[in-house]
């Protein structure tokens, strides 16, 4: 944020120095087309985004333990698990919910893997802290409703007549 010095602060008339230092800080912090803008926390009603919309990836997720404090925490938008071990079901955990936040997770190993909402949250209607499974080579897009609850929407899995999976 520019530094400006005014007449009202000083108590006294600037001098040239003054207004000319004042010019040059804000010309310095001032955004200009094509700078990328920096934002802490953007508070917005009915926002339209346009252009392309990239989100966040995990490509090689590993599940660890089985419960939801030795889970992997996943801080991506999508996170695919690709290790999970055969013996039991490894875990990851969920972000806390906000509402509208939206996670993908993305199982492509032989074993289910345990999914665990933040401490204090839930899935679906489960109680707080209680996990789903994700089966073997399937997929999970969950969305948070509100800052403690996360619904899950199952993608269906079509195979063709030969048991091959088609999609």
Do not use: H
């Not at 392309?52 to 999508?78: E, N, R, Y």
């Not at 909402?117 to 997929?139: E, F, V």
């Amino acid at each position: 944020m520019s530094t400006v010095t005014t007449r009202a602060g000083k108590g006294s008339p600037l001098t040239n120095t003054e207004v000319d230092t004042n010019f040059t800080n804000l010309n310095t912090d001032k955004y200009e087309s094509g700078d990328n803008a920096s934002l802490g926390t953007l508070a917005a009603g009915n926002t339209t985004l346009s252009g392309t919309l990239k989100l966040s990836i995990s490509a090689t997720v590993a599940a660890a333990g089985t419960t939801q404090g030795a889970g992997t925490v996943l801080t991506a938008t999508t996170n695919i698990v690709t290790s999970c071990t055969a013996s039991s079901a490894e875990a990851v955990v969920l972000p806390g919910a906000a509402a509208g936040l939206f996670i993908k997770v993305i199982n492509t190993t032989a074993v289910a893997v345990k999914i665990f909402p933040a401490s204090g949250d839930n899935i679906d209607t489960g109680s707080a802290n209680a996990s789903i499974t994700l089966a073997p080579y399937t997929s999970y897009s969950l969305s948070a409703k509100d800052a403690s609850t996360w619904y899950r929407e199952t993608n269906p899995i079509v195979f063709d007549s030969s048991g091959n999976r088609l999609n």
